[in-house]
């Protein structure tokens, strides 16, 4: 009996102390990380087209946070729910259709002689990347479109057109070379090619 | 004027996958000739069988796998393996064992891990150890003894499973008799053996020094760097000079280089690329561990030649030694730090 | 130099890795440098160097003279550009230029009339007179860019704060079948070394390194003989072994030095700058002649063509025209530069620019075109041969998966794209195209990283901007409600509507306080508040009891919202009845 106590309390007491120690390590030594909610807005492409649902990146970060699915987002697509599924540690998810395709990189375009200056889109526009007053012509600064479409809708006159950002010189880069053997593993019966 | 766009350099030297590995193989010719000249020309018959069954088993497999099989098969590596593993069992093998332990090397050992380039482990010694696990008592008692005067006919028979074995054909290969004995004979007993010539182990010597001769073709083609065979000769001899400075206790130094794998293993096995370590100084360290750890299992384990388990050991290694042996790159004042 | 001065220091550092490609050069450097005539026009882009494209100063229809100035740089790393003859400005649109992509920049196309009449000049044969700003100013303007391929604007180089105490002359050429430099070298010696002299007073330097690879031997004699002429800081003729890539600037530097460049830093950050030998002379012809940057010397070479020959070329001159002019009309590759980092170029219309060093017409049998790749072996021959020392098979491994935070920590950017590995791999893989993929790839989602960045900041700034207008809005509202509360109470007093005795009763006393009393808390909008808070909560209960059944997986963020309103209302509560008891103290 007294060898048990003995067993108990010795036990009981390096429970004690490690407790006390991991305690003790679990507040001094506390890893400062960025809150969750910026680490899901950094990864998210911040068009604030509110394809997800959430009117801007940030409250479907914090809808992410709150446990949110990660596939709600088109701009994104599939890179930025892989990441998303990295931070949070879950499955990556295939994007949601119902929220948009992923599509190539768009910027807004006015045709500026159709528009008649009722200054709609640039209410609309949710990083004032659209210029202009009333009764004037509007213009979009395509280096601060995000692509969101978002302006599209409130134009009474249809005067706003999506077009594919070009690719120019200074950023044209080469493209990952053709792997044969991967290719041919995925597609039965084409030959290697030159 | 259509212009073909390509990304430099537009000029290559061009030598080819397959070039290397038909280096390899001419290299392989002269250890191939000694093997038929001192021991039985059956190792022919043992390597047509072993390269058949390579390419009909890597075909069959790159079909499977829906690889181009003509673009593939022509790269030679499975003809490679086939060769460096009959060379490596004893001549009078069944045919069966051979043709299973080739399409276990393709198969087990190279195309489950993706094919060519992504084996983890040399295929060839993954087969030989699977096979000396399997089969222990064919993979260590069918060698012949140094001119034994058995006629083709009759090893083709015995390789067949047409004849028994007779008495007194097969032998131990002196790195085996060496150890068994060596505790109750003196060292110039054991040289008494028909096995040896004076102190060098009759045959084998021969074979050895075939193969140094393909292996320092292949250092001058350049088709590898010293460092991996001088790595596994420095390891071995290092441990041989200090645990068997007494020949009547331990098996001395040039039994150790001569009499076994060494000299194949340090030409033709450490130096396969794709499962061993990468940069010069990774190299070199592979090549010491395998040296040393086959010195280690030979002198210790259970098996009298060791350079398979020590080859796969080290290959285990391989990505951890390649880690720690990065250079430092141009204008950084240190290595190469971190994963990924 | 004096009998008894040390004999200068010529050691030299083996280049680390390198491969020794058949080098070619006989083929083009037997003749002396060529000449053609003017072509029926002229393409100049307006970008033909690193840094901010030039701006145009002419417009379509202008009379241009040679040597006249038709774009200006605009930025600090910017070059001008001249017009190369004189005569009309036809256009000013996209054209093809000499580029894998194909794609089109802006140039401007001059039509020769064939008088190649000069614009004034002014020669400064004695240069030690003017002042280094004169000299900047001049060279500034003369739209000088570094010839040797990278074609960095030389004035933004050599007016650097940073204090250089050695100025490299890169005289290595070490790709195959390029022979310009080493024609310069052998014609043009007295002049390099004239360029020499005036950068080393622009940068002070100590002293002067040239260095030149072993296979030049009449170039090397060349310079020997100018340097008995040159007059200016220590200058040493340094020679080393044939190797590729020997010539690249942070090679060369440790060639003549044993220094490293640190990564990601320029060389002046080890008090050194590095120039071509053609750059050199450009400099010199610039300065004394008063002669911009117009031409340069180009080889053209490769079997396709009869007879390979360095030609000096009108910046401008039309690669298909210029082809023509030597018998060609069909090629299959026309590669601009050497072949180990040549670049292929899409269009023959596109024009001879100024960083043009070579073009190479190959042949088939000459330069094949690679075999498909074969999977990687490892056989490490790409280790051993990188001159930076990388892992280029990890490279590649991290490039093929598109691994950008592992190819960055391979460092990727500290590869020069020399090509030594592409140009050993057994294997036929296109390591080179797979690195400058990971770069371009890299440098896509950095920029993309800024944008967003850009874009979040820009939504929040017009979110807080929005929510500061609707506050206002409200502000305003709130006052008038007051206004119209408090005119009402003094109408009709105790007359309002409520929902419970001990409501009204306060509503009654708050009434008559806000009667009497102008000033204290509302009670009126507390309540309402209170009202408006319980009512957003049952619906929020409502929302969530329903989301609970039909979408329970989102019923979180309905919970949290209910939550939400809760704790409103529990403030508004808390506050109104703070309120009710001040009133009635």
């Not at chain 3, 830093?265 to 610039?286: E, H, I, S």
């Amino acid at each position: 009996m007294f060898i048990i106590l003995i067993a108990v309390s010795a036990l009981g007491l390096l429970a004690l102390i490690f407790g006390a120690v991991l305690g003790y390590a679990s507040v001094r030594f506390k890893p400062e990380g960025n809150p969750i909610i910026e680490q899901i807005d950094a990864i998210l492409p911040q068009t604030q087209c509110g394809q997800c649902g959430y009117p801007g990146c940030r409250p479907y970060a914090e809808a992410i946070a709150n446990g949110d699915k990660i596939n709600k987002c088109p701009p994104g697509g599939e890179s930025t729910i892989q990441a998303l599924a990295d931070l949070l540690d879950v499955e990556p998810l295939p994007l949601d259709g119902d929220h948009g395709e992923e599509k190539p990189k768009m910027v807004a375009l006015i045709r500026e002689d159709e528009c008649i200056g009722c200054t709609k889109c640039i209410q609309a526009c949710p990083v004032d990347a659209i210029l202009g007053a009333a009764k004037q012509m509007h213009t979009v600064i395509a280096d601060e479109c995000t692509g969101c479409d978002l302006c599209l809708d409130p134009c009474p006159v249809d005067c706003i057109d999506m077009v594919p950002v070009n690719t120019g010189l200074q950023d044209w880069h080469w493209q990952k070379p053709q792997d044969n053997l991967i290719a041919t593993d995925a597609q039965p019966k084409q030959e290697a090619s030159a | 004027m259509n212009l073909i766009t390509l990304s430099s350099p537009h000029h290559t030297q061009s030598t080819g996958v397959n070039k290397v590995m038909l280096q390899v193989l001419m290299a392989l010719v002269p250890g191939i000739v000694a093997l038929c000249l001192f021991f039985s020309p059956i190792y022919l018959f043992n390597l047509l069988i072993g390269c058949s069954t390579a390419l009909a088993v890597e075909a069959l497999i790159l079909r499977l796998r829906r690889c181009p099989v003509a673009f593939h098969l022509r790269d030679l590596s499975a003809l490679v393996t086939a060769v460096l593993l009959v060379i490596s069992m004893p001549p009078l093998i069944p045919w069966w064992i051979t043709v299973l332990a080739v399409s276990c090397a393709l198969l087990l050992g190279k195309h489950l891990y993706g094919g060519l380039g992504f084996n983890p482990f040399n295929p060839a010694m993954v087969a030989f150890a699977l096979m000396i696990v399997s089969f222990p008592v064919p993979m260590t008692t069918l060698w012949l003894a140094p001119n034994s005067g058995l006629d083709f006919a009759s090893a083709l028979q015995i390789v067949l499973g047409q004849t028994l074995l007779p008495d007194g054909i097969s032998s131990a290969t002196p790195l085996d008799y060496y150890k068994t004995q060596v505790g109750r004979l003196t060292a110039t007993e054991i040289y008494q053996s028909e096995l040896f010539f004076g102190i060098w182990p009759a045959g084998w010597i021969w074979v050895s020094l075939a193969y140094l001769v393909g292996g320092l073709f292949l250092l001058y083609k350049k088709v590898f760097s010293w460092h991996a065979p001088l790595g596994l000769l420095v390891g071995l001899a290092v441990l041989a000079l200090i645990f068997g400075l007494d020949p009547d206790s331990n098996t001395p130094l040039h039994l150790h280089l001569l009499a076994g794998s060494a000299i194949v293993g340090a030409f033709f096995i450490v130096t396969d690329p794709v499962s061993g370590a990468t940069s010069r100084l990774g190299k070199f360290i592979f090549g010491f561990g395998v040296g040393c750890l086959a010195y280690v299992i030979r002198t210790w384990g259970s098996y009298p030649d060791a350079i398979a388990f020590a080859v796969l050991l080290m290959n285990f290694a391989a990505p951890f030694i390649d880690h720690y042996s990065k250079p430092r790159t141009y204008g950084h004042s240190t290595r190469h730090q971190g994963y990924k | 130099m004096n009998a008894f001065s040390p004999a200068p220091n010529t050691q030299v550092w083996p280049l680390i890795g390198g491969v020794e490609p058949k080098e070619n050069k006989q083929q083009s450097n037997g003749l002396s440098i060529g000449y053609l005539p003017l072509p029926p026009f002229l393409v100049l882009p307006v970008n033909q160097h690193i840094g901010v494209a030039a701006e145009p100063l002419v417009a379509v229809g202008d009379q241009v003279l040679k040597g006249q100035l038709i774009a200006s740089s605009s930025g600090k790393i910017s070059a001008c550009l001249h017009a190369p003859t004189s005569g009309k400005v036809v256009a000013i649109e996209p054209r093809p230029v000499p580029h894998a992509s194909g794609l089109d920049s802006l140039a401007i196309i001059i039509e020769p009339d064939q008088q190649d009449q000069w614009r004034e000049q002014e020669p400064w044969p004695n240069w030690q007179q003017r002042s280094s700003e004169e000299l900047l100013a001049r060279l500034s303007e003369s739209g000088i860019v570094g010839l040797g391929g990278a074609g960095f604007p030389t004035a933004s180089k050599l007016s650097i704060d940073q204090q250089i105490h050695t100025l490299v002359v890169n005289g290595t050429e070490c790709e195959p079948y390029i022979t310009a430099d080493d024609l310069i070298m052998r014609e043009r010696a007295a002049q390099i070394l004239a360029g020499v002299a005036i950068m080393a007073k622009l940068l002070q330097v100590k002293q002067v390194l040239i260095g030149i690879e072993d296979n030049k031997p009449e170039a090397i004699a060349a310079m020997r003989a100018a340097l008995e002429h040159y007059q200016g800081p220590e200058a040493v003729i340094k020679t080393f072994p044939t190797k590729y890539p020997s010539g690249g600037e942070k090679q060369l530097i440790w060639i003549l030095t044993g220094q490293e460049v640190p990564s990601g830093r320029l060389p002046a950050d080890l008090g050194m700058v590095c120039v071509n030998v053609g750059t050199a002379a450009a400099v010199q012809q610039c300065i004394v002649d008063d002669h911009p940057l117009i031409s340069r010397i180009t080889t053209l070479t490769g079997q396709v063509l009869a007879q390979p020959r360095n030609y000096e070329l009108l910046i401008g001159t039309p690669i298909v025209w210029l082809l023509a002019q030597l018998g060609v009309t069909q090629a299959e590759r026309i590669i601009m530069g050497g072949p180990m980092m040549g670049e292929p170029l899409a269009n023959p219309q596109s024009p001879v620019v100024k960083t043009c060093n070579c073009l190479l017409l190959p042949t088939q049998q000459e330069l094949p075109l690679p075999p498909s790749a074969s999977p990687c072996i490892r056989c490490g021959f790409c280790d051993d041969v990188c001159p930076a020392s990388l892992l280029p098979q990890q490279l590649y491994y991290h490039a093929r998966s598109r691994n950008l935070e592992g190819l960055a920590q391979q460092h990727l950017f500290d590869c020069i794209e020399c090509g030594a590995c592409a140009y050993v791999c057994p294997s036929s893989i296109p390591l080179v195209q797979y690195y400058r993929y990971g770069k371009g790839e890299i440098r896509q989602e950095q920029q993309q990283q800024a944008k967003s960045e850009r874009a979040k900041v820009r939504f929040e700034n017009r979110q807080a901007r929005l929510a500061q207008e609707s506050a206002e809005k409200e502000a305003k509202r709130k006052a008038r409600a007051e206004a119209a509360a408090k005119a009402q109470a003094a109408k009709a007093a105790g007359d309002n509507s409520a929902i419970d005795q001990v409501i009204k009763a306060a509503q009654a006393k708050s009434a008559a306080a806000a009667a009497t009393k102008a000033e204290g808390p509302d009670l009126e909008a507390l309540k309402s508040a209170v009202e408006q808070a319980k009512n957003k909560l049952m619906m929020a209960e409502e929302r969530l009891a329903k989301a609970e059944q039909e979408m329970p997986e989102n019923a979180a963020a309905f919970r949290t919202a209910r939550d939400k309103f809760a704790e409103k209302l529990a403030k508004a509560e808390a506050n109104w009845q703070k309120a009710q008891q001040e009133t009635k103290t």
